[in-house]
């Protein structure tokens, strides 16, 4: 029997269960159904990103137990909207505690994303609802987490974001119906010929 017959049961397994755990938030999915966090940095100076993390902790620590309990994108804004002047206090506090004075701009608004994948799930382009948190100049990188339905996954002690699930930006395909290729099949191909 030749290797590739071998090894075929193994391939069609492997195509049918990995490389597809990841799911789009698609039609079913609007963006109106999601609220994100985005905050962005002074500039890409090291000091200002690192800053840019604590700020996130901040807020994060705060939103925590404001979003607690909330059922639809609608009942986490409200909440956010009630405890903005509290976030704002919340990053400013932060910004001093590291002798920084940069002005912040916090608002709540609609906002264009470019597809992202995060928590295996896909996030399309577009426009989005989001907290959006501006510090200083607002020029440097930016940091992203979903805040509804709650993706940002904090631990018990301090708020951090799961960023290990965070990929790259992922490329807009140019064409409506994108080709779907699998490496491995591909691969076998090769050995065919």
């Given amino acids: 029997m030749r290797p590739q017959l071998l090894l075929l049961p193994l391939v069609l397994c492997l195509l049918t269960t990995g490389g597809l755990d990841q799911r789009q938030v698609g039609p079913g999915e609007p963006a109106g159904d999601i609220l994100r966090l985005h905050i962005l940095a002074h500039s890409d100076a090291p000091e200002d990103q690192e800053l840019k993390l604590l700020v996130r902790d901040a807020v994060l620590s705060v939103l925590t137990p404001q979003l607690q309990g909330a059922a639809s994108v ?14 704002a206090l ?33 996030f399309p382009a ?32 301090t708020a951090k974001a799961a960023e290990e699930d965070i990929t790259a930006e992922v490329e807009e395909p140019d064409s409506p119906n994108p080709e779907i290729r699998f490496k491995l099949v591909e691969w076998f191909q090769q050995l065919r010929t």
């Fill in 126 to 157: 577009g426009e989005y609802q989001a907290l959006q948190i501006v510090i200083g100049a607002g020029l440097g990188a930016n940091w992203w987490c979903v805040l509804f339905p709650p993706l940002c996954l904090v631990d018990g002690t």
């Fill in 90 to 122: 919340a990053v400013r506090e932060e910004l001093r505690a590291r002798g920084q004075e940069h002005p912040v701009a916090l608002r709540l608004c609609r906002t264009h994303f470019p597809s992202r994948s995060y928590g295996g799930t896909l």
């Fill in 74 to 87: 609608e009942e986490a804004s409200r909440g956010i909207s009630k405890g903005l002047d509290q976030l």
